[in-house]
Every structure is written in C-alpha cells, then in structure tokens.
C-alpha cells in the first residue's frame, strides 16, 4: 500500500503513522518512492556480504573454533556454566557454536540470528524504515568480532565466543520489546524484572536490555519519563552487586563487564580486537533514538541524506571487517591441514604444502613432516621448500608457539604420546577443554595403553552433537586393543611409540627441536623409525648422529642403497670421516647421478664464493638447479627459528 | 472444582508414580550382580552420609529396590537412581548397624534384566559432616582457575572456601594449594596463595591475617603445613622442588625435592624456627599425632656429591628418592623436638612413603606407598598403607586400594573413617574415596564420594586433589579471605 504524506504533517512530539513512501513534486507531478523495500534491499546485502566474510573467506576458521569449543548435554555442564553470570548465554553459545562443524550450516544459523535480531529491533523500536540501514551497524559489528580473530583462535577461552554475544545482543532487543505499555508504570517494572531477573542468566546483556528499555522510555516522553534514568543508573549500579555478592567465581570488579570478552594474554592486551564488542553495545544505544514515532517524514532530503549515510556506512564497514579479516595464507593453509591431518588425508596435507604461497611456517612444516612420514616419504622432505617463513604473530608483541597450538597433536603424530597428553592438559588448563583436546587426549590415551582413559574421553564427546560420530569409530579399538597396532590409524603412532626411547625431562616449550633432537638419537632397528632417526639427523645437521644412524642403515640392509637424500648428506658430510667424496662414493656406491650434481654443487659454491656473494645471493643462484636438493637447504637454511 | 481435584490427584499420582517406579514383572535373571557407577556394591557407609544415587551406564533404563528393615523404596529415572534425601534418611535410619538390600532392574534394548542384588552396610559410626578439597584441571605446570572448596557428606551442598578467580587477573594468575585445618576444626586454618599476593591466609582463632612465610634462612617458602592439635604451631616442610616429564612412562610427572628441612611456624609470636635440617636428609610432610606429642615426617636420604648441582642429581637419581617414615617426641613445654626415630623402612622394600597421619590412640600410622618419590597420585602403583605400631605389622588394605594411584589418606576425627584420592576411575582425574576402618583394624571396601548426580564424575573435568576431613564448615567467607588476600602481608620473623 502506497500512502502519500505531506510534509505537513511532521509535527513535533507528535507520533506519526509510518512513511512508506517518499514523494516528492516535479513540474506539477508527485513522483513516489516506496520505502517498504529498503530493509529488504540492506538485507539481503547484509547476507551476502556476511556469507562472502564467513563462508567465502574463513570457513576453515569457523571450523577450527567449533573444534576448539566444547558442550556437552549433561545437567553437569549446564550447571557449571549456570554458576557465573552470563552462563546460561554460555552454555546456549557453546551449543550453536558446535554446528560449524558444518560451516555453511553454522554461519546461516548466524546470520539467521542476526535478521532475526534485525527483525526485532526494527518491530520493537519502530524504526524508520530508511534508517533501518543503522540496525546492520551492531551487526557488521558482531560480523567482525568473527572474523578479525587470526591467530587468536588458538587462545581463546570462550569456547562460546562465537554465538555468546550475537544471542546475547539478540536477547537484549527481545528483552528492551515494550511488553508493558498497558501496565502504569509498566516501562519501569520491566526494567527491575530484566535486570533482576535475567542479569544472572545474560550478563551484561540484560543490563543492555535495561538500558535500552530506559532510553525508550526516556526518549519517548523525556519530560516524565527522566526518573527511568535515575532507575536505570540505580539498577546498573546495585543488581550486578547484589547478585554476585558472595560469588566466587570472579573479581567483584569484573561484574559489570563479566562476559565481555577481553583479548588478554599474559601482559598483552589487544584492545583492537576488543573494539568491536564495544561497538555492538554502543551503537545499540541507538536504536531507541531512530524510531519513527517522534518524526513525521523526513522529506526527499532526508531521504537521501539518509542513503548517502547508508553508503558511508556500507563503503566504512567493508573496509574495516576487510582490513580486520585475517590476510595471512600461512594461518589458513595451518587449519586446512591441520583438518587433513585429524582425517588422515595425507594427499591433501602434502597438496596443500606444495600450494603454500611464499615461505611455510613451521607448524606447516611440521604437518607435512607427518604427512610425509605416514606415506613413508620422510627423506623426501628436502623437494619441498623448508625456508622459513616469519614466525606468525597475532600481534606486534607475541610470538605464537607451537606449544600453544597443536603441539600437543603433533607429539601425538610422532608417537610421544606423554608429551602429547601434557601438552593437550597444560593448553585446556589455560584455554578450556575442548573436543580437539579430547581427541588428542583420547588418542594419546589409547596409544599409552590407558584404556579408561580413553573411555572417560569418548563418553565426553558422546555427548555432544557432533563429536559422537568420532567416538563410535573409536569404540571398536577399545573392545579389541590388539586392532591398535595394525590399524591404519593408530599402527604407526603405535609403533613410534613403542620404539620411543624411555627419558626424563622436558620440552622446555620447544616441540621442534624437542621432536628432532629425540628422533634424530633415537637407537633402533626399526625401519620406519630409522627413517625418521636420518631424517631429523639431516634436518638437526648432527652428523656424529648421522653416521651413527647411517651405520645403524647399513647394518640393517647392507644389500640396499642408501635413500638420495642420505646419499647427499653422505657426500656433504665426507669429511667428518677424514676421507674424501670420492672414497664415499666407491663405500657406500653412490649414485653416479648424484656424484655428478655434487661436484657441480660443489664447483659453483666455490665459484659464488670467490666472487663475494652472500650466502642469501649464494642461495638465490643455486635453487634454480639445486633447490632440490639437500645440500641446499644445508647451505642456505642454517639458522630455522624455532616456535 | 470436582474436576480441579481429580487433576490435581492424577498429577500427584503421576509425579509419585515417576519417584517410585513399580518394578518389572517381565525380566530375564542375572548370575552376577548389576554393574554401577559409582561403584556401591556391599560397601560400608556411615549413617549419616549423603544419598548413593548410582547410574547404569549400559542401560536405558533402571529401576532399583532399596530395602532397609520395613522401610523400602523403588527408584529409577532413566538409567540413574536418585533417592530422595528424606527417604534416604528414613533408610539409613532403619538399616543402622545392619544393610539395605539394593535389587536393580536394567532394561536394554526393551528388555528388562534383573541383577543379583547387593547391599550396603549402614555403620553407626558416623562420620566428620565436611570435608573440604582442590578443585583444579588434571594439570603438570599450568593453572588457571582453581578452587578450595568445601562439601557436606550428610548432603550434597558444596561452596567455595576460595578461588583464585576472586583475585586473579590475566596478567597475575593465583595458584592456591595446602589448606590445613587444627584438630578438624575451622577456627585454626591455613591455606597458600602462590604467583600473585603470595602469602599464606591464616584464621587464627577466627581472625584471619596473610603472612609471607619465608625467612632468608629457609630454603624456600613455607610449603607442606600441618597444624599442631593444641598449640599455635604449624609444621612445615620447606624445599627446593623441581619436576620433570617422562617420554614413554604413563607416570608422566616426577616431582621431586633436591633439598628440604622442616620448620615450626608459631601463628601467635609470628616466628619462624627451623628444626629438622640434617644436610643429607630430604626431611617432608610433617604432621603430628593427635596427642600432640610426637611429630611424624618422612625422608629420603641422599647424598650429593656435588651440592651446587643438587637439581640435576637429583634429576639423574630421582628413582633412588625413597622416603622412610620416623617420628621425634615433642615437648609441649619447650617446643622442642627429641631424636627421630624410625618407625617403617620403606625403602628396605625398595618403595617410598610418604604423607603419613597418625589414628588417636597414636596405634595406627596411615601413609600412601608407592615406588619412589613423594607425589604418589602420580604413581600408578601407589596404595594406601596403614602401619599397626603396636604390632609392628602391616594392615590388610587391599580393600580400599585399586590397580591405580591412591595417595594422601586422612583418619576422620574418630578414626573410623578413611579419605583418601584415587585415580582408580580413569587413571588421570584424581576422585576422592571414603573407607570404613573398623575397631578391630579391618579396613573396608572404598567407596566414592557421592553426588546429586551420579554422572557427575563421569563429566567432570575437574580433579578434586587433597581432601581433608572437617568437623564444621568454614566460617570465614570466600570475601573475607578475598580482601585480606589483596591486602600486603605481613612478614615473619625467623
């Protein structure tokens, strides 16, 4: 329905029926705009452009956070999460947050919250429908707490964070809805009923339900209605206080706050990311100002005064939640594999190292080392590129360590189960278990032999929604243990561990050089391991410890040549036995294929050499044709950071 | 208003109907008995303790038949039976000195299966109301969020004494360790604050104060505490502790000491006094016996060869650490210890023990054992052990312990029950169990502590470490303690 206003009818303080319609007079004719398509026009822009941000650019993201998350349907779960104030958006939050283990499933379930929240903010609050546009501002806002995390993921406490606060916004404006305009004094009931009521199970966000409630109020009738400030500021001030009184659970300071999440870290404090957060609560204190009851039509001017906003908001929101979105490849291609590795895809973990653009980090490294070392081809490690990239950062202060991240899984791959468990309870102490620990923890278990262990884990994850599909593919092995060691899945890990050797000691925070160091003296006769035991020779550039492991080789298989990269070491390493290539090679018969390289090799370093290059320069000459190969990476990788 | 009646009637018929489920007339029998969790299968419980609600976990549905004398209920909601505590009360009443008989029905796979019934032994002997524990993640090095809480036996109600979320922030975390009450009473008690506001919360007499208890004459702060029945003196260890990560060994942690002494803490004078240093003995866990005249520890003798590097040889001979337990009389009078003596050579045995506490008539000395070391909870051999002094012999304890780690046992008030932690659910998460040690020194089956919820343990994430026995609650609040907490310490002097 088309209805046609006239610009007189704006009067002040006068409510005024909704404007559907612009019109505007052009040489004698009333053209019209319908305005009824605007909020349907934003959102639908709105869904677009948060499905590109969060299916288009960070599904892997929204998958690992899922997997760092955690709920469970017990009375038990619901009940710790019940004890602090906002535990009932907790508890919900940690629910919804299980079904990005479908991303695309779980971001429209996002989204839908979001309309929905659009929705009743926009019914409640009789927006004008031409500033509806200012409703998607708290919604770009949560769009962004979503997508600007990187590296965070992997230290985030709040195993909700992800729906927490976009119900608890959503519960907010379903709170702030004016239920009481019957009642006397109605408006003000309502606000000792939210905020007495739901402080507990919403946190702050019943008290931005209180507050929105008291600015409409207030805006509506300003001149009675000031004393809904004097309650409000009552409320605000004496319900968070009187209800955690007593409470144990946090600081007495924290219970205005407590639920708003902090990007801390030790001594850092990253305040950028919290911005955001502070966005969705203060540009929400807008929403009662913009209803259309205090204005007639806004005109043609405030029409397009309205849109030309509309578009500074838009061209302002892309570029901040595009600035924000994680831009570093390394961090996406580390959750892919990180995936591929958990399902065993080691096609796709080593597909994913050869695709890296620029320099891999070490935990990509690490990830295609096991990759690699389940098909058998560790030795063939030196065809990728192993020059280091830049240690990630999550900011300009804080290295990310592989302790912190998934070192607990990647002991677990090599076979150090003890150090994998420790690692896996060390991170859930600090950062909430969570189902990836759970899986970590189960299959460390299962490897150590601590079958109840195991069971404790798997009942856990039957619980939730999602994980108890793992946990019923887990269940024949405790049933019948002796399927561990010849299974695809665990033989390996099974072996590596039982070909571990037996110390004490620690890791000092350092899962690299902990694994290679321990791998690289590892005493064997185990094939696979000895594999591993050259590798890691190779990589840790021992070479008592090489030739050790290389006699050990030739003892075990005196009729089978030496793999071609323990072959090039072998040449490179020559003088470490007092002797010179050429007796290596009539040895240990070196391929004449290889001998030739190695002495052009070695021809051209000494060329770059005399000619004052670098060793960068010396590097940069030598990988068009030697790239390959491990003399290479000798020469030009000596000094890998370790994380 | 017939109607209103008739509705209300069916309601409460359906509602009661629902908390006394009648018992399947279709059933197959079973040789063996049903298994449950917690395990209360012919245990011996106090009179006054909280309701054993148990699960089945394989089946979807149980109903189970309690029978005390005339008193008998049938429970079952789902696979778990909760009893009312009113109900529970009427049944411990009945089967006081006696049993009640537990007849447990399982449906699975819709067909109903009937169990050889077990029972549950109501002792007299009543036991200490509280007691209270660590709530904390199964940790090595790491924490975050830990509690000091404190729980009902005769209910399910449990609060926090205190967490370190009242006072820690991102930048200073709190770890909160060694509470230790006087004569199982509240007005004399003490716990550690470690990291930040490092200090120990002393109530003494009901006044609370924070101490830094450490003297430059000590090796470290005060660490292992235990109160003095009569006097303001608290004993404790102070030692260079140190820990280190097995790569294959399910063990995973050794903690372990490269030095140690014991020191007496006077809460009135606020002094400080050292009193066991000998160089080569690695002197722990002081407590004394309940007469007050002796004071039990354990040590481990080692020599170093080389003292500026007691870490890394203590790290290279850390399976030889085993701990012998002694005792020295003390006078009350002059506050002084005589010469030690040794009271078990566990180290004869090639094992260590450690955390001793000593019955009222100074007969039985109670301790954990296990191969090396002192943090037997960590030692998938450690047992639970109880030395008969009298008779110079060693109880029969098989009945409480398990194939798993048992560690830091404690006599109730009255001797005639046993606390102590296990790992016996899953081997990582640290639970804590009740025994009955009976007069003739016979020491019964032991059986978790119970919960609301029987699934409770299965879902919980949190160890419950070091539980104490208490006559009373804490009367001292979780914010009492908060502000103190914040407050400057006060120092000691040596």
């Known amino acids: 329905m088309h209805l046609i206003m006239s610009k007189k009818t704006k009067q ?17 004719r009333t053209l019209t705009f319908p305005l009824w398509p605007l909020p ?24 690992f956070m899922q997997d760092r998350g955690y709920w469970n349907d017990s009375m038990v779960y619901f009940d710790h999460c019940m004890r602090m104030p906002g535990g009932f958006l907790s508890w919900i939050g940690s629910y919804f947050t299980q079904y990005f283990y ?13 309309m929905l929240s659009f929705c009743v903010a926009w019914r409640s609050f009789h927006v004008r429908l031409e500033l509806t546009f200012l409703l998607f501002v708290p919604l770009l806002a949560l769009l962004c707490t979503e997508v600007q995390l990187g590296y965070w993921v992997y230290f985030m406490r709040d195993i909700d964070y992800s729906f927490y606060h976009s119900l608890g916004f959503f519960f907010a404006l379903l709170l702030s809805i004016n239920y009481t305009r019957k009642i006397k004094y109605g408006g003000y009931i309502q606000m000792i009923l939210v905020s007495v ?28 209605e000031w004393k809904a400030l004097v309650l409000l500021i009552a409320l605000l001030g004496i319900v968070p206080l009187l209800e955690t009184s007593g409470t144990t659970i946090m600081r007495l300071d924290e219970c205005w706050l407590f639920g708003l999440k902090r990007f801390e870290l030790g001594s850092i404090r990253d305040f950028r990311l919290e911005a955001p957060l502070w966005w969705v609560i203060s540009s929400s204190l807008v929403i009662p100002f913009i209803g259309k009851r205090k204005y007639g039509s806004f005109g043609i001017k405030g029409l397009v005064a309205s849109q030309l906003l509309m578009v500074v908001v838009a061209i302002g929101a892309y570029y901040i939640i595009n600035e924000r979105n994680c831009s570093d490849t390394n961090y996406y291609a580390e959750l892919r594999m990180l995936r591929a590795v958990d399902e065993q895809r080691w096609d796709d973990v080593l597909n994913e190292a050869r695709a890296a653009k620029g320099n891999p980090s070490r935990l990509m490294v690490m990830y295609r080392d096991i990759a690699l070392m389940n098909k058998g081809e560790l030795l063939n490690r030196y065809q990728y590129n192993n020059r280091p990239a830049k240690p990630s950062v999550m900011s300009d202060s804080i290295v990310v360590r592989l302790c912190d991240t998934t070192g607990d899984f990647i002991y677990y791959n090599f076979g150090e189960t003890c150090f994998g468990i420790r690692r896996a309870i060390e991170r859930s102490m600090h950062y909430g278990f969570s189902y990836y620990t759970m899986r970590v923890l189960a299959r460390c278990a299962l490897i150590n032999g601590e079958y109840d262990n195991v069971r404790k884990y798997l009942r856990l994850l039957e619980h939730s929604t999602f994980q108890k599909k793992w946990a019923k593919e887990m269940r024949p092995y405790l049933e019948d243990t002796t399927l561990i060691a010849s299974s695809p899945r665990f033989g390996l890990v099974k072996r590596l561990y039982n070909g571990g050797s037996s110390m004490v000691g620690s890791d000092d925070n350092f899962v690299e050089p902990t694994l290679i160091h321990k791998l690289a003296h590892t005493a064997t006769d185990n094939p696979e391991i000895l594999d591993l035991a050259l590798a890691y020779c190779l990589q840790s ?19 089978k040549p030496f793999p071609r990269y323990i072959q090039e070491a072998m040449l490179l390493y020559h003088y470490e036995l007092k002797t010179g290539p050429e007796e290596i090679n009539s040895t240990y018969h070196i391929d004449p294929q290889i001998f030739e390289r190695y002495k052009m090799f070695i021809a051209r370093v000494k060329e770059y050499g005399q000619s004052g290059m670098n060793v960068e320069q010396v590097g940069a000459a030598l990988q068009p044709a030697f790239g390959d190969t491990y003399w290479w990476d000798y020469c030009v990788l000596r000094e890998i950071q370790s994380y | 208003m017939k109607q209103y009646t008739l509705c209300f009637l069916l309601v409460v018929a359906l509602l009661s109907s629902c908390s006394h489920p009648s018992l399947p007339q279709d059933y197959r029998q079973e040789s063996g008995q049903p298994e449950i969790y917690p395990d209360y299968t012919d245990v011996t419980v106090p009179v006054n303790i909280a309701p054993l ?41 009945s089967a006081k000195g006696g049993k009640m008989q537990v007849d447990v029905y399982c449906k699975q796979q819709d067909k109903w299966s009937r169990y050889k019934p077990f029972s549950i032994e109501v002792s007299p002997d009543s036991i200490d109301p509280y007691i209270s524990y660590r709530a904390l993640a199964p940790t090595y ?12 036996l005769e209910n399910f109600k449990e609060s926090d004494i205190f967490n370190t979320r009242q006072i820690s922030t991102e930048k200073e975390g709190t770890c909160i360790n060694c509470h230790s009450y006087q004569n199982y009473k509240t007005d004399n008690m003490m716990f550690h604050i470690r990291i930040s506001h490092d200090a120990t919360m002393i109530v003494s007499n009901g006044k609370l104060k924070n101490i830094f208890l450490k003297t430059p004459e000590m090796l470290s702060v005060a660490v292992y505490p235990y109160w003095h029945p009569m006097l303001p003196l608290i004993a404790f260890s102070t030692d260079r502790t140190m820990q280190s990560f097995h790569t294959r060994d399910i063990t995973k942690v050794e903690v372990m000491e490269s030095a140690s002494d014991i020191v007496f803490y006077d809460v009135e004078k606020n002094t400080m006094q050292t009193v066991l240093a000998d160089s080569i003995e690695l002197e722990l866990f002081p407590s004394w016996s309940p007469d007050g005249k002796w004071l039990y520890f354990c040590s481990a003798r080692h020599e170093f060869e080389d003292m500026n590097n007691g870490m890394n040889e203590t790290l290279n001979h850390y399976r030889q650490l085993q701990y012998n337990l002694y005792r020295a009389p003390f006078d009350m009078e002059t506050r002084t210890l005589g010469e030690p003596e040794l009271i078990y050579d566990a180290r004869s045995k090639e094992r260590s023990a450690v955390e001793q506490r000593v019955s009222s008539d100074n007969r039985y000395v109670l301790f954990a054992e296990g191969p090396h070391g002192l943090f037997h909870i960590w030692h998938p051999t450690a047992q639970i052990e109880i030395l008969d002094q009298q008779t110079g012999q060693m109880l029969d304890t098989k009945a409480m312990n398990s194939d798993r780690a048992e560690s830091y046992p404690s006599f109730s008030s009255t001797d005639r029950w046993i606390l102590f932690e296990s790992r016996r659910d899953d081997g990582n998460f640290t639970r804590d169990y009740l025994a009955y040690f009976d007069r003739k020194g016979k020491v019964h089956k032991a059986f978790l502590v119970p919960q609301k919820d029987p699934e409770f343990f299965r879902m919980s994430l949190f160890s419950w470490s070091r539980p104490e026995f208490m006559t009373e609650p804490v009367k001292v609040t979780p914010k009492m303690f908060q502000e103190q907490a914040i407050k400057k310490p006060g120092r000691v002097n040596f």
């Not at chain 1, 966000?205 to 507050?211: E, F, G, K, Q």
């Open chain 1, 12 to 28: 002040k303080h006068v409510p005024a029926q909704a404007p559907k319609v612009e019109s505007v007079e052009k040489k004698g």
């Open chain 1, 40 to 63: 349907i026009i934003y959102s639908l822009v709105f869904v677009v452009f948060a499905w590109v941000f969060l299916i288009g650019k960070n599904a892997d993201t929204l998958f």
């Open chain 1, 102 to 114: 479908y991303p695309a499933y779980g971001a429209a379930m996002l989204i839908l919250l979001w």
């Open chain 1, 197 to 224: 009521l739901f402080y507990y199970p919403l946190g702050i966000y019943a008290l931005l339900a209180t507050v929105l409630i008291a600015l409409r109020l207030f805006w509506d009738n300003w001149r009675k």
């Open chain 1, 541 to 559: 550039k021992d070479m008592q410890c090489f030739w050790t492991q290389v006699w050990q080789y030739n003892n075990l298989f005196p009729e």
């Open chain 2, 53 to 93: 609600n148990f699960m089945v976990e394989e089946a979807d549905e149980v109903v189970a038949h309690i029978q005390a004398g005339d008193v008998a209920y049938n429970y079952g909601r789902g696979n778990k039976v909760i009893i009312p505590e009113g109900e529970w009360r009427k049944l411990l009443a």
């Open chain 2, 141 to 152: 090095v790491g924490f975050e969020h830990l509690a000091i809480r404190q729980r009902c």
